[in-house]
């Protein structure tokens, strides 16, 4: 008999993944969204058999649950329903900055009732379940945070959590939960902020759309994250703010390396060495994420 996974929050990430697990798995899907016209797509699209505006009766109706919205309204909504969980239910999450739903959940959980966090490595400047799609997870991460020392982490849960990663196109990767928020500062969360740092620089002021009209390419792809919903990223960033103050030091230290480089006298040389190398490891990208077979 196929096992019920319960998905709060049907947006981009809530909506792809209740899409992919229809459409690759033998998981009985059901939902909690806002607004009842979400309810009403899902439903109509045969995503999900049962959706509810209320969290409790998806709850009572799953036995994987997972949290599907940003992460401080995750760890809020969490400590209100965690009284609603029974023994050997799951819950889980897609938060892409852990440490205020991790502390939730340990402070909530009820005893009995399993918790492994994952955090799939996909989405778009743009949200909602209008956007969602069923290959969202496709060739990329999803990485399963890890906490052996915790009585409420499981083995077993962790392969299933890993597989069903992997039955959606995924490619996974084990982290301890305790590292994640500090990897994730340096790849997502600090460059959404540089991005938007970058736009109010280039176009924030009275020659910023003249600016603007004679970018290319690498203006767009440098800041098309900085496009992305910001009440979202606003607790994603301000949640993770310690682990994104330590990386912004870090570039303010490669800010001050680059400009020294640039005092030089030398013909421009210490800046080709210092792009070559930056290029190398860029290079390194496409392998690393396995977009690219390295053999």
């Given at each position: 008999?196929?096992?019920?996974?319960?998905?709060?929050?049907?947006?981009l990430?809530?909506?792809?993944?209740?899409k992919a697990?229809?459409?690759?798995?033998?998981?009985?899907?059901?939902?909690y969204?806002r607004?009842q016209?979400v309810c009403?797509a899902?439903?109509q699209?045969?995503?999900?058999s049962q959706a509810?505006t209320e969290v409790e009766?998806l709850v009572e109706?799953?036995?994987?649950?997972v949290f599907?919205?940003p992460?401080?309204t995750?760890?809020?909504?969490?400590?209100?329903?965690?009284?609603?969980?029974?023994?050997g239910?799951v819950?889980?999450d897609?938060s892409?900055?852990?440490?205020?739903f991790?502390?939730a959940?340990?402070?909530?959980?009820?005893k009995?009732t399993f918790?492994?966090?994952?955090?799939?490595?996909?989405?778009?400047e743009?949200g909602?379940?209008?956007?969602?799609?069923?290959?969202?997870f496709?060739?990329?991460g999803?990485?399963?945070l890890?906490?052996?020392a915790?009585d409420?982490?499981?083995e077993?849960v962790a392969?299933e959590?890993?597989?069903?990663g992997r039955?959606?196109?995924?490619?996974i990767?084990?982290?301890?939960?305790?590292?994640?928020?500090?990897y994730l500062?340096m790849?997502?969360h600090?460059?959404?902020l540089?991005?938007?740092?970058?736009?109010q620089?280039?176009g924030?002021?009275?020659?910023g759309e003249?600016?603007m009209r004679?970018s290319?390419?690498g203006?767009?792809d440098?800041?098309?994250?900085?496009?992305?919903?910001?009440?979202?990223?606003?607790?994603?960033i301000y949640g993770n703010?310690?682990?994104?103050?330590?990386?912004?030091s870090?570039m303010?230290d490669e800010?001050r390396?680059?400009?020294?480089?640039?005092?030089?006298?030398?013909?421009?040389?210490a800046?080709?060495?210092?792009?070559?190398?930056?290029?190398?490891?860029?290079?390194?990208?496409p392998?690393l994420?396995?977009?690219?077979?390295?053999n």
């Amino acid at each position: 008999m196929s096992k019920t996974v319960g998905i709060i929050g049907l947006g981009l990430l809530g909506g792809s993944l209740a899409k992919a697990l229809k459409a690759y798995t033998d998981y009985d899907v059901v939902g909690y969204a806002r607004r009842q016209e979400v309810c009403d797509a899902a439903l109509q699209d045969g995503v999900v058999s049962q959706a509810w505006t209320e969290v409790e009766p998806l709850v009572e109706h799953s036995d994987i649950v997972v949290f599907s919205l940003p992460p401080d309204t995750n760890a809020r909504l969490f400590t209100e329903v965690a009284h609603l969980f029974k023994p050997g239910q799951v819950v889980t999450d897609v938060s892409s900055a852990k440490e205020n739903f991790v502390r939730a959940v340990y402070e909530s959980i009820p005893k009995g009732t399993f918790f492994v966090s994952v955090h799939p490595m996909a989405g778009s400047e743009k949200g909602g379940y209008e956007v969602s799609h069923k290959n969202l997870f496709k060739g990329m991460g999803w990485i399963v945070l890890e906490d052996k020392a915790s009585d409420v982490y499981n083995e077993e849960v962790a392969k299933e959590l890993a597989d069903m990663g992997r039955a959606v196109g995924s490619r996974i990767e084990f982290v301890d939960v305790y590292a994640h928020d500090a990897y994730l500062a340096m790849v997502s969360h600090m460059p959404h902020l540089i991005a938007a740092i970058l736009t109010q620089v280039s176009g924030g002021d009275e020659l910023g759309e003249l600016r603007m009209r004679l970018s290319a390419g690498g203006f767009r792809d440098c800041t098309r994250v900085a496009g992305g919903l910001p009440s979202m990223w606003r607790e994603i960033i301000y949640g993770n703010r310690h682990n994104v103050l330590e990386g912004l030091s870090k570039m303010e230290d490669e800010i001050r390396r680059v400009k020294e480089i640039l005092s030089q006298e030398d013909e421009g040389q210490a800046l080709e060495d210092y792009l070559n190398r930056s290029r190398d490891v860029r290079n390194k990208l496409p392998y690393l994420t396995g977009q690219i077979k390295n053999n």
